[in-house]
Each structure stands twice: as C-alpha cells, then as structure tokens.
C-alpha cells in the first residue's frame, strides 16, 4: 500500500493532492482514480487540454465547490477564518491570452504595395463615386421647395450643397463632401441661391417673424428659439462657408454682395462666438484693404457686431482695427489719402461707443507715440528721427485729434489733450529745417482742428511766422517747374525742390490758408487782436512787394505785351508780308544818328538852327569867295579857338549856341591885337585833314 501511496503521490498534481483529502478513507478513491490514470491516459490528457483553456479563476472557483462537497468542515473553517480566500473575482484573466496579445500574429494573406499615384486615384475614384455632381436642375428644385415650404432636411441639403461649391474655390480635395460641383455656371447659381434665398427660409424654419423689433433697438437672437438646436449645426456649417468664401474672392463686386448678406446673417453669428471672431477678423482686412464700397460694407458688419455685443467684441475690435490702420497708412498718395481719411473717421465712430475703452486705448497709443519722439530727442541719431519722421506717426497724430476733436466734450478724454498736444509741439521741434516744412504744415493742422473743436489755446502762429522769417520770397529761383507741389501727400523736400519757384509759390499759399483757418477759430477770443499784431507786422513785406513788384505780377505784366503785340499782328497781317520776302530798309538808331552828325560836322553845314556854325566851313566859304582883311582877321580869332571848338563839341549839341556866341566875341574884340598867319598856314588850313571817303546814308528825319 506504501509504494501504491507513494506512486499515487508522485502521479498527483498539486490541485489533485489538495482535492484528494487527507484521510486513509480515501485510498478506495486513490486507487480508482490511479487506475483510471493508467488505464486511460488519453482522457486525462484531454481534461488537462480544457482546463489549461480555462481561467485560473473558473479553476480555483470549481476547486472550491468541490472541497465544500467532500470536506464541509474544512470549507466551514476557510470560511470563518479566511473569507478573503473564498471571496475573489470570477472573471477569467488567463496568462496565454496576455501572452498573445503581446505578440503580433502574422496575416493569412499579405497584402500588395501601391505607390502613392495608386493610392490618389482610388481615394479620388472613390470620392467621385460618393459625392453627387450639383446641376442647375437641382439647384432650381432646392429653390422652389425652400420658397414653398423650408424644412429642416432641406436646408440641410442645400448646406451640403454649398459646402462644396466653397471647397472647389480653396482647392480642398482632402475635405469630402456630399456634393461636388465642378461647373462655374453652376457654381454661381448656387451661390446666388443661397444668397437671395436662405435669410428668409432660416427665418421660417426658425419660426421668428421678425429679428429685430420695430420699436426697439435690441436684437433678437435666433437662438432664442425652440428649433436652434436641431439646426444649429447645419446653420453653424452654413456660416463657416460664407467666411471661407470670402476669403477666396478677388473680384470687388462678388465681395460686395457677400459682405451684404453677410450683413444679414450678423444675428446668427452672435450665436456662435468662435465663427463671429473668425468673421471680424475677415472684416477689418476687408475694411483696411478693399476698395470703397467693400470698405464700407465691412465697417456696417463690424459696427453691428459691436453694437450688439460690446462687451465681448469691442476691446479687440478696436485693437485689430487700430494696428489694420497703422499698417495701411504707411505710404500716401493722391488715391490713397481718401482711403486712409474714410480709417480715420469710422474709427472714431467706434472709439465714440464707449469712452472708458477709448482712454485706455489712447492713453497707451499716446504714450508709444511719446517714447518714440524722446529716443529720437536724447539719442539724435537717422533712425530714430526716421522713427517719428513717417507717414505712420503723422497720420496718428492726427488720428488722435480727430478723436479728441469729435468726442468732445467728455471728462474721461479730455486729460489726453495737452500731452497729445505736447508730443506734436515736440515732433515740430525736433528737426527745424526747410525741407520738412510739409511735415511742419500737417501737425499744424492737427493743431488747429484740435483747438477749435476743443476750445483749447495752442500757439500756432509762432511755427508759420518763423518760415517767413527763414525764406526769402523775393529771391529769383533757382529753377522753374512745371508742376506744383501737392503739400497733403509730402512731408519731405528734395534739394531740387528747394530751388523750384512752384516750392515757393505753394508754401505762401499754405502758410496764408492756415493763417485764416486759425484766426477764424480765434475770432471770437478776447485775445485776438495780441494774436493778429505779429501776424500783421510780419506779413508787412507783402505790401512793399506788392508796390514795386512781384516776379508773378512782372512775368504777367510782360506776358500781356507780348499777347497784345500778337494780336496786333494776327489783325494787320504782317506775318503773312513778311512771308512774301519783300525788301526791307534797314534804319540806323538814334544814338547812331548822332554819332555820324559829329563826325561829319567839319565837311556839311547843319540844317538846323540850334547848331553852332562850324568855323572850319566858314574858312572854307571866305576863302573861295576871296574876302576881306575882315574876313582874315576872322579867320585868325577862330583858327586859335579851334582847339576850344573840338571841346565842346564833345560836350554834345546842346552847348553848340554858347559856342557859336563865344566864337562871335574875339572877333568883334578891339583890345586884343589880331595875330598874322602866313599864307603858307592859312593854306594848311584850307585844306584840313585827308578826308575819308565813306558811304553816306541820308537820314529821312528832317
């Protein structure tokens, strides 16, 4: 029995010991099961399949119940003494499925490589199989339903619809829709569609008869009604499109007619905050960046939006759309400077809805404006002049006042006034030269328009009379121009432009407009006429210019005589004689005249009666008709005045009847001997000079 026990202990497993009991009663039992483990191993070794295939947990549990079946004392004591042991959780938790699940188990069959083109095509041959093609058959169907009777289905179809055309415009093939539309006709008709259409159909889906009261200004919500929910996320969808399509058009007059219908769908996009902050920042790049009409349409959205959510909206609004005008007011032209005055004034419209937010935004804008105007003071270097010298810090200054300007009064903004005006002061200041003049005209009309609106006192005449004191206005230009030089679009001269009469002539025009502009806002001070007394002994110059001439006033003068002489001649018809090439008879000028009279004083008497008698011509008179001892004495008294004669010839003609008297005197004189000349002299005398044979010109005046 030891070795048949012994056996049997050997052959038992663990869990077959624990169940076999511990009394000798049980060898009968011991000895059948060895004898059916010997006599049929091919049935244990199938009960060891199974219960390898079960759970630990069914295992122990089975174990239990039959210890509880062959040892109920045993069971019982477990059970007071160890409940832990009997009470534990029954669900199957094997280590083989652990196992397995660790390692990866091979496929069957192995599947075949695709390239990359492969796998495109199918994705597109497959998404192409499942969306459906829109046609205009479709969209004219949608149509006459939705106008009959909308319907949730229905609208969510048409969303569908829409949602594909707005793929096609970004080029979104990833994003599968349920419709595709592939034709331009078609995609117009539905978005035209939905654009007439799909207001009124939400409104009747809805069930709201009216967004907004008659007699009130407060707008009613769509999601106030009972059916938000349910079409909530196709209006959500609906919404979203609209902002990608606005985003993919380049063609003004399509923007134009989504801005406006955005405009209508403004209310439902209250409802959904993170669609409505998408749609504001669409909003401002169109307000900043489109053209006119896309910029007020933009504006009307924005402003509806603040309106009616100030509290959400309006602190980010006004910072988007401060940083928007700074950005697009970098340069300035002729064609821009509209634009950029529509900025100005809608902007302030916005910074009106609420004060409190206006000073915080302008105290910090103010202050920036400030630090940079005091690096460009203490450093003196070209970028920070460069910095403050810019087309971005002249049109916030003047930003600035035309908020303060149209906001007064109000108690929160009016401390801005006098620092703003102290930064202005100090960027005219800053570099006093003649080529920033242009710049010097802007901030004095920020100037002006801020002390007019706000009743402040600004010295702004001191910065106009200081270039009548630098400029010389009477000094010939250097150069003329042939345009004049627009000062609202500069704030920088050329050295050329320095030397340019038009430069001249455009700064006395400014200088005289402003002048006026300030005085009328100045009129009806007490101390206007201490204001106009410099003005007036300043601008004194002018009169003194004006009495004896302005360059305009003389050029004008000169340009009328020749007109005049113009039209005399187109009247006479000289220029079509002259073109007949007739002779002409060239005359001498009066100064000429007179030099030939003088030199041929001594061969011709003078035919008229204001000359003096030429002596020499007398000689030659007594001598041919043989004289008397008269006569030679005569000749004597003059041939010693003959030097006196050439001197006063030299004096000119008016002296010529003080010498023909002083000739008389010594000839009638009896103190004084009369001197004999020989004959041999007197013939010399005769005879003069060798005369010098010339062409004569007789002169028609007498």
Known sequence: MASKQKR???????????????????DDSDEEEVVQQNGKRKNTASSEEISKKKGKASEHKEQLAR????????????????????????????????????????????????????????????????????????IAE????????????????????????VATTKGDSAEQCRYAVSDSAVFNALVLFCIRDIPVALQRILDLKSLEKEDQKKLILPSSSKRWQKNMLDIKMYLSGLIQLLSSLTQSTVIAAVLRHIHQMVPYYLCLTKQCRILLKHLVKQWSTGEETVRVL???????????????????????????????????????????????????????MDSQVSYQHGFIYIRQLAIHLRNAMTMKKKETYQSVYNWQYVHCLGLWCRVLSTLHPSEVLEPLIYPLCQVILGCIKLVP??????????????????????????????????????????????????????????????????????FKDGLIEQIYDLM??????????????????????QAAWEQRAREEGTPLTKYYSQWKKLREKEIQMEISGKE?????????INRKMVAEKKKDKKEFKGLFESDSDDDGADPVLKIKEKAGQGGSEEDDDELEDLSDLSGDDDDDDDAGDEDGEEDSDDDEKPSGSKGKGPKKLSNVNLQEIAEGDEDIVEDLELSDQD
């Open 8 to 26: 049997k202990l050997e052959d038992l497993s663990v869990d077959e010991f624990l169940l076999s009991g511990f009394d000798a009663d049980g």
């Open 67 to 138: 210890l509880q079946a062959k040892d109920p004392e045993f069971y019982q004591f477990l059970k007071d003494n160890d409940q832990q042991l009997l009470n534990f959780d029954d669900t199957d938790s094997s280590e083989e499925d652990e196992e397995e699940e660790k390692y990866h188990t091979l496929p069957s069959e192995l599947e075949e490589a695709r390239s990359d083109e492969e796998e495109q095509e199918s994705a597109a041959k497959q998404k192409k199989s499942e969306s459906i093609p829109v046609t205009e058959k479709m």
């Open 142 to 165: 949608w149509k006459a339903a939705l106008r009959a009777e909308p319907s949730q289905r229905l609208f969510r179809e048409v969303t569908q619809a829409f949602k594909g055309a």
């Open 298 to 352: 933009a504006f009307l959205s924005i402003s509806k939006v603040c309106r009616h959510k100030q509290d959400a909206y309006l602190t980010t609004i006004l910072k988007q759309m401060y940083i928007a005008y700074v950005q697009n007011c970098k340069f300035t032209s002729p064609n821009s400077l509209p634009l950029i005055s529509f900025m100005q004034r809608t902007l302030t419209e916005m910074y009106a």
């Open 433 to 502: 030269i003649a080529r920033y003049y242009p710049l010097r005209l802007h901030c004095v009309r920020a100037l002006t328009l801020l002390s007019a609106s706000t009743g402040t006192f600004v010295p702004v005449l001191p910065f106009l009379l200081e270039i009548l004191q630098q400029e010389d206005f009477n000094k010939k230009p250097g150069r003329m121009s042939v345009k004049p030089i627009n000062f609202d679009v500069i704030l920088k001269l050329s050295k050329a432009n320095l030397q340019e009469k038009a």
């Open 516 to 537: 006026l502009e300030y005085f009328n806002t100045q009129a009806c001070t007490i101390g206007f006429p201490e204001l106009a007394l410099p003005t007036i002994i």
């Open 576 to 584: 079509r004689m002259m073109d007949l090439n007739l002779p002409e």
